[in-house]
Structure formats: C-alpha cells, structure tokens
C-alpha cells in the first residue's frame, strides 16, 4: 500500500485508559501516519485516544478528517483544529462514512465501539465488500483475547481458516507502518470465505 496520498482510518477509544503509554501510542500513531503522507480520518473527538492521534498527525502537519455523529458532538467533544469534520445523523452513518473514506484500517485499544468498528470493516471484508488491511495494534497484549477468540471461532467451525489473517495483529506503531506498507490486496476473495 502506497501511504503518500492515502487515507488510513483509526479506530480508538474516547477515553485515555490508565496507562498514559497508551496516549503516547495514540500519538505516536498520528504522527507516523502524517509524516509517511497519509490522512488520518478518525471518530472526530478532541478527547481520549481520538484527540491524541489527531494531535500527533497535525503536529507532523498532516491532514486530519473527523467523523462525528451528531448525537455524540456535545459529548466527545469535537476537535477545534481539524482539516475536515464531517457530522453525521447517527453511529450507522459515521461507520460508513469512515469506511468509505478509509484506504486501511487501524486499531488502537479502545472499547465496545472500537472493537466494533473494527469487526465490522474485518465481516465487511468477509463478505466481499472491499480488501483493505485491518491492523490491530497489540500493545502490551491488548488484544490478546480478540486474537484467541478468532482462534476460538476458526476451531469451533463458524469462520474459515484464512479468516484469521484478515486482522493483523501488530505490537505497535512500527508494526502497523510496516504491515500497511507492505499491503498487497488478494486478487479475488468475493464471496470464497463464506463457502470454506
């Protein structure tokens, strides 16, 4: 995947966590994609891991694209300093307007709504919708359990083998830089998975 020009969406928690690591890695993440050429578009908050991305892609002078629906605005606080916001009528919405923009995907840690987002975009692919690179960032184990549970599910018949390579799991921001880099799509996958 060529990064120069590109639009890489991240998805991340609100919320900073405990441990301040993570803000440095939120911020860590924003700049590398801003210096590598590539536009950050993210939930649109000016708060929590979203706010640190969006921080560490416009100190690097990047282009920052925020997608804020309007039931969240009062609450997740949108960023003053954004290249674009886009508002949306509701969470449906946003995801799809994220998507849409997104040539890649990354996780940082984050909760219910990150992991959603995320599995979405990985059954999106699934389903032959588009072959992206979805990354999940693994820092200091983080999505260790998400990794066993898709270990879980290949084991248990209810996703194909080949599933578990759709998420990548990285264990930080060099991982993810590396990983999205070197992105080849498949040549065809439409509709494969659902038959194995």
């Known amino acids: ?33 801003a210096e590598e050429g590539a536009a950050v578009v993210y939930g649109g908050a000016s708060v929590g891991l979203m706010g640190a991305v969006a921080d560490g892609a416009l100190s690097a002078g990047g282009r920052v694209v925020g997608v804020l629906p309007e039931t969240l605005r009062a609450r997740e606080l949108a960023h003053a300093s954004l290249s674009e916001l886009h508002i949306t009528d509701d969470m449906h919405a946003r995801k799809l307007k994220m998507a849409t923009l997104a040539d890649g995907f990354v996780a940082l840690p984050g909760g219910y709504g990150t992991w959603e987002e995320l599995l979405e975009v990985a059954t999106w692919r699934q389903i032959g919708l588009h ?66």
């Open 1 to 33: 995947m060529n990064l120069r020009g590109s639009t890489v969406a991240v998805y991340c928690g609100s919320s900073p966590g405990h441990d301040p690591s993570f803000h440095a890695l939120a911020t860590a993440l924003g700049r590398a994609l």
């Open 131 to 196: 072959r992206k690179p979805m990354a999940a960032v693994n820092y200091g184990g983080y999505y260790d359990p998400l990794r066993a549970q898709i270990d879980r599910a290949v084991e248990a018949g209810f996703m194909a083998p080949v599933l578990r390579d759709f998420v990548r799991f990285v264990d930080g921001v060099d991982g993810a830089m590396e990983y999205l880099r070197g992105y080849e799509p498949p040549l065809e996958e439409r509709g494969r998975f659902l038959k194995e």
